[in-house]
């Protein structure tokens, strides 16, 4: 299975190499038409990621205050790994929104002309 993985791997690399770059095809055109037309729609996700990842935090930070007492082995346990999760993942959706957006804002590096931001 291993020379037969080797073997596959080494045609892949050797096909990418020899067939011609479709990189000459601009594709900022269509970044800046997708973002153009799925503004509101990256606004309100990139909102709604930011806001989520801070209640998460907010939840469990109440959660300590309200008790008085904290069990740190009896937390970590139950929920800390979950609750870390997401708000890593929710935090990076909405930086990752971000940075698109501003990629394809005015004067980012995409090269659209509208500002997203206004």
Known sequence: MKKLMKKISFAMVGIMASVPAMAAVNYNNVLCKLATEFNGIFSMLRLLAFIGAGMSIAGWAWGYIKAGKVDIQKEVSEKGVGLLVGFVLL????????????????????????????
Do not use: H, Y
């Not at 930086?95 to 004067?107: D, W, Y």
């Open 91 to 118: 935090f990076s959706i909405g930086t990752i929104l971000t940075v698109f957006m501003s990629m394809a804002g005015q004067g980012g590096s995409l090269g659209c002309v509208q500002n997203f931001f206004e």
